[in-house]
Every structure is written in C-alpha cells, then in structure tokens.
T-cell receptor, first 110, second 110 residues
Framework: DAGVTQSPTHLIKTRGQQVTLRCSPKSGHDTVSWYQQALGQGPQFIFQYYEEEERQRGNFPDRFSGHQFPNYSSELNVNALLLGDSALYLC?????????FGPGTRLTVT | GQQVMQIPQYQHVQEGEDFTTYCNSSTTLSNIQWYKQRPGGHPVFLIQLVKSGEVKKQKRLTFQFGEAKKNSSLHITATQTTDVGTYFCAGLRGDYKLSFGAGTTVTVRA
C-alpha cells in the first residue's frame, strides 16, 4: 500500500513563472490538504480539498490555487512566483483527522 | 486568527535525561495532534488528543491535553538519540484548518 506521493521532488523556478505540484493520496483517503513549510518553521495550511471542492483555505493569496480530481489526486498551482515562495510544499491526505504527509516538493525560486 | 505557540524552540538534551515541550493556543481546540519531523524528512503523525485533560502514553512519550483544551504538552523520558528531530503540535478547530506551531527542535548529546 503506497503512502502519499508527490512530484516533483525538487524544482527550481524563476520569479514570475508559474508552477504546478502534484499529489497522490494514500489509498482510501478522500481528503487532500496542502501546506507550505519555510525553513525552520512549522507547516502553514494553504487549503484543503474534499469531493473535488476547496473546503477550507488558509491565509494565502489567490496566486495559490488547486484542484482535486475524481481519483482524489490533487494539484497545487502557484502563479507569478515570488522569492518568498521558496519552501517545502507538503501534501497530506486523510480520511478522518489523522493526516499522512508526503515527502514534499522543494521549490526554489531564483 | 488562531495561533499555536510552542516552547522551547530548541531543546538540547543529554542522553538519558527527560524533557518537556509545551504548546499553547489562543483559542479552544477541538483536538490537538502531535507530529515528529526528522531532519530532511516530512511530518509523521504521533498522536491525537480530543478530550479535556486527556493523557496518552506511547512508550517513553507522554502527551497531555489541558483542561481548557487550549494547551498541550509532550514529555519524553530517558531521551535517546532516536528522539532527534522537530516535534510539532497542531491544533484543529471545527473548520478543518490544522494550525501548526513552529516546533521544538531536539538535539541529543551522547
């Protein structure tokens, strides 16, 4: 039984570009949450998807958007990248409240 | 908005000693979760506390949820080198937003 998977592992982008990160949830999980973790900080909640809808959103600008597909996998899109968007982006899947995190995507914006 | 504060930020422990990390929320929580993140890794779920005054033990780890459901603690006895990592508390209200503290980073002197 595969756990949560994310792709790509690492990514380098230039300011102003757009990026798409992908997440496949653990088998049987229908909810996907995205977090941004800056170096030395705790994960910050971006948004959560359930039944292909954004169920809740954290304090992130509209440049951050997402999608959940019928198979429960999810994408995180970030437009107009800023240097401050450099971070580890974590996806977590759940069926109840316990969350299983993926290995993350390390995004570097230069 | 909800804030979850954790202290101390760093904990340097002699192998075999005990230590405690504390977590405080500005608002009442429906539950609190604890995660451990090893260096270079992703957060791994440790436990969830739901009831006021709840105490749970996992081997050398003791987790407590305050009576007012606004604070929590993690106590580790007889610290081992395998305890190295960052411990995060994360509070959940009824709105699906899991708010993480900044974490306590533990290093162990052999």
């Amino acid at each position: 039984d595969a756990g949560v998977t994310q792709s790509p592992t690492h990514l380098i982008k230039t300011r102003g570009q757009q990026v798409t990160l992908r997440c496949s949830p653990k088998s049987g999980h229908d909810t996907v949450s995205w977090y941004q973790q800056a170096l030395g900080q705790g994960p910050q909640f971006i948004f959560q998807y359930y039944e292909e809808e954004e169920r809740q959103r954290g304090n992130f600008p509209d440049r951050f958007s997402g999608h959940q597909f019928p198979n429960y996998s999810s994408e995180l899109n970030v437009n107009a990248l800023l240097l401050g968007d450099s971070a580890l982006y974590l996806c977590a899947s759940s069926r109840a409240e316990k969350q299983y995190f993926g290995p993350g995507t390390r995004l570097t914006v230069t | 908005g909800q804030q979850v504060m954790q202290i101390p930020q760093y904990q340097h422990v002699q192998e075999g000693e005990d230590f405690t990390t504390y977590c405080n929320s500005s608002t009442t929580l429906s539950n609190i979760q604890w995660y451990k993140q090893r260096p270079g890794g992703h957060p791994v779920f440790l436990i969830q506390l739901v009831k006021s005054g709840e105490v749970k033990k996992q081997k050398r780890l003791t987790f407590q949820f305050g009576e007012a459901k606004k604070n929590s603690s993690l106590h580790i006895t007889a610290t081992q080198t395998t305890d190295v990592g960052t411990y995060f508390c994360a509070g959940l209200r009824g709105d699906y937003k899991l708010s993480f503290g900044a974490g306590t980073t533990v290093t162990v002197r052999a």
